[in-house]
């Protein structure tokens, strides 16, 4: 079964475009090999695409998927293209075929659609101020002296707390929460379930009790930020957190009070962030990477997945492992741990005798 | 204090049922010493099980327990029969206590109790199609196209996205997200908080910002699944992820874009798999592991708990450690590691020595 | 731009209060140098603040902000007294500035405002006890049976179950679910996503499938205990989950059934503890540390950030690493393993020649 039907857009809605194998060549401006006429409404991976669907073949890891293809018009790249088998009508040359294929889904697939106004069960407080063409959906909730710019899309059961503002274009799916000190700038998307602006975890021990902190700093999100399904950022304690424009955090990711990430930075699912840690431009944290507070990742530098990070990485460099090391470090150290088990009675022996 | 009382049933209500002692026996075919006619309302641990309820003692470890436990009834295995004190009124001999309990608690505990219907508050969709006898709860959102099969529950603030599809006799409970694209089989159990059908992690670097490639593929959850409170399974780019039938994940979990999962798998909690892994049928993946993109687990494989795997995992075989080995290396590693740190000095000498 | 203005509440709203110099040396029993009349209105980090603003300097490492920062007011340490420069009004030297901020911070900011009473929307089942001057927000769901104490504070969208008991005082933020089975003491804070109760990972194989263990257990939370955002928690299967008064559990946190925490705990982020693992009291848990099942952490033991722990901890220890081992230990295991990558081959070179 392919993407067509039910899927035939990103929302999952009725409503496939189609496009001929010479309508794709010109669009990808790519060398058309076979039927110009035929005719594609989805996107399927080679193995499971029929004859009404456009594929791909990146890598020649897949060329024997092609053989046996039954795509309607297949991408392909210029070494691989004569190895697709009887069962493909078309070919299309493209050096790139899966950016080349990136480039057509919006031809085929229709975005989310959108019907600007407010749902009768949204529940706007006092001197809220809504854009134009704002959409709010069922049930969600807007408290008081929040603001939403124009174009916005509040989705069913998300909740703005008092005082928040939510910029322009932004879309916030279903059972998103926005505490108030959280800010969003324009063309953010936020994803179900994810917290924004949530208390820190921040206590002094007095008294015989770990005593509350309260914290009144914000959770600042910049422009064209994108934040994973049930993500956690707390809000600062006096000073702000910040999540810089353009980087995008995966699924259930926590960052912590006070922490500053630059701009187009790639945080992936389940980083942890530590309090007042701040990580500059450009960096990729990998999953499951953790980092300790008050460290500083310089610009450009990477940390591997499952990371332990308690000290600062320098700009450009690539750090793994745990505690983390630069990555060379860290390969040759776990290479020779592997090899260490085979050797250590040798070893013991050796010392036993130098000792004697 | 006990399970009796409020606790009475699954669902937290009220309406304790009773067994006597001969009943329990009958029900789990065991050997009853004491009196037949005691009767139990609930089920405790042995410290905190009163004279109306029922426990049981599985192993030597905890026999004291019994000694000095004022349970009604206990079930206890043939070794341990003996090691009862008075003030237990009867015990059940069975082969496997833990098991034969099981069986029971349908006899004392009530499920959870679901009266068919659609609370006037939940927003129905357009097109959508409702099974016989559904339940959907209040504020409950069922976008438009979507459907929902025979005997399923929506509870409360459930998110059914637009042409979702879920099967029969499923059950969403409070505060789930389903996006478009999103497809579940019958009997399929999802817990509070958890998203399904999320966009995946994809960007291309393009014009100096991360271009979000658009995600058209579904998140299919075959039959019998169930899924843990927060956990979040991305909808596939233009592959579909997919949960094989019979498999059972916990809190707090990420799959990621196009990660197929075979049948009767168990995936532990915050277990994390990134992006087109293959993971085939009946493999364990413990608590907090982390699997890389693209790489495949083998059939009945075992993953250990934090395990760091970024290699093909073959079929059968355990795995464990940073980065993943067979289990019996990695555990030789670790050992020798620990050894080393009393030998580096020593080894450090040897070699000046040997260089001299 | 400082704190003031839309951020003058720690939720969000307008209202900022002003304290002068005086007032704040006053309240801090602090030595004041410069004007005693200059305002403040809120709370700013050093470079950040304006002449309207309170500032701190705690550390010397930032004595240079101190130097060119226009905060009205900064409360510093005596050995830093004098490092302020011109653009600062009025100094407050204090032992400790940072703690005498904390006393401050009721005084500039307004605890969020909670209006007592049911929102219209708001559902109440049947035989639902509310206490008194309780704040119920929109959308929020009371299922049949539960109860909550006086002066508590359930938001908008949060599902309350069958059955439940929450305390007095308390705050569950907005989404927060609370399965069948829950009881919350008093003063208990939930954050936003939360799920309390949820049913454990528990499953016997038979007849060729997980058969899922109905949990009949309860999640106790006793009093003063703050729980984060999109943390889960499950119930017991038949014995209880406890969460022992006092104890602070961070984001994305994941507790097992049958798990007992002990009083004063600290729990951070992204936290993992596997089902019937004990922990007592005064324990503190590192982010993303893992515990493995039935395990028993002794009192006031730490764990650091990402051990994984898979035997007891003995009281008061400090341990560290994969596989946890007391942090000294670890520490020097970890500082061979990094000696070792540039040892190995003279160390093979060494054995080869012995074994000659």
Not at 325 to 338: D, N, Q, T
Request: charged residues 20%; aromatic residues 4%.
């Amino acid at each position: 079964m392919t993407l067509a039907g039910t899927d035939a857009t990103q929302d999952g809605g009725e409503g496939a475009r189609t496009l001929t194998a010479a309508a794709v060549a010109k669009a990808v401006s790519g060398r058309l090999i076979g039927d110009p006429e035929s005719v594609v409404r989805a996107i399927a991976p080679l193995d499971r695409a029929g004859p009404d669907d456009l594929s791909f073949l990146a890598s020649a890891r897949y060329s024997t998927l092609l053989a046996t293809s039954r795509a309607g018009v297949v991408l392909v790249a210029p070494d691989l293209a004569e190895s697709a088998g009887e069962g493909v009508k078309s070919r299309v040359v493209v050096e790139k075929p899966h950016d080349a294929l990136l480039a057509l889904i919006p031809k085929l697939y229709r975005a989310p659609a959108r019907e600007p106004g407010i749902h009768p069960t949204a529940r706007i407080g006092r001197g809220v101020a809504l854009g134009e063409t704002v959409t709010v959906g069922a049930y969600a909730v807007i408290e008081d002296g929040a603001s939403v710019g124009d174009g916005s899309w509040i989705e069913s059961h998300v909740v703005v707390g008092t005082g928040v503002v939510v910029g322009r274009e932004c879309r916030l799916h279903p059972g998103v929460a926005l505490y108030p000190g959280a800010r969003l700038g324009d063309r953010v998307q936020v994803h179900s379930g994810a917290r924004i602006g949530s208390d820190g975890f921040g206590y002094v021990f007095r008294q015989g009790a770990h005593q509350k902190i309260p914290h009144v700093g914000r959770a600042i999100v910049e422009n064209d930020v994108e934040i994973g399904a049930n993500t956690t950022i707390d809000r600062g304690s006096i000073d702000d957190t910040v999540i810089g424009a353009g980087t995008k955090i995966d699924n259930l990711v926590h960052i912590g009070h006070n922490v500053r990430i630059g701009k187009l930075c790639l945080v992936m699912a389940q980083v942890g962030v530590a309090g007042s840690a701040h990580i500059e431009d450009g960096v990729i944290l990998a999953g499951q990477a953790g980092l300790g507070g008050h460290i500083h990742i310089g610009k450009g530098a990477r940390v591997a997945a499952q990371a332990g990070v308690f000290g600062d990485v320098p700009a450009g460099e690539s750090w793994s492992g745990y505690p983390a090391r630069p990555h060379r470090e860290s390969l040759r150290s776990y290479a020779a741990l592997f090899k260490l088990a085979g050797m250590i009675r040798g070893l013991e022996k050796l010392l036993a005798r130098s000792d004697a």
